[in-house]
């Protein structure tokens, strides 16, 4: 498994654990509810730029990976 994949997994655990010491008891507070949000914004902001920017054109059509003379050929889009 990749760290990155590691990480991202451990996160949510880690933000609850650090909530629950910080807040003892009480409800969330407006800062972590806040922060909360700022973060599910740029998460969402994030998605909708990547799928944004990686779209292919209408009159394109998506060439998988290939095997041609001993070398990997990466995907790629063409014409159609």
Wanted: charge should be positive.
């Amino acid at each position: 498994m990749r760290w990155a994949e590691a990480l991202l997994f451990a996160a949510p655990f880690a933000a609850f654990l650090i909530w629950r010491r910080i807040s003892a008891g009480e409800g969330p507070s407006p800062a972590l509810l806040a922060a909360t949000l700022a973060v599910l914004l740029a998460f969402g902001g994030a998605v909708a730029w990547l799928g944004l920017g990686r779209q292919i054109g209408r009159n394109r059509t998506y060439v998988p990976a290939a095997l041609v003379g001993g070398h990997i050929v990466a995907g790629h889009a063409a014409p159609r």
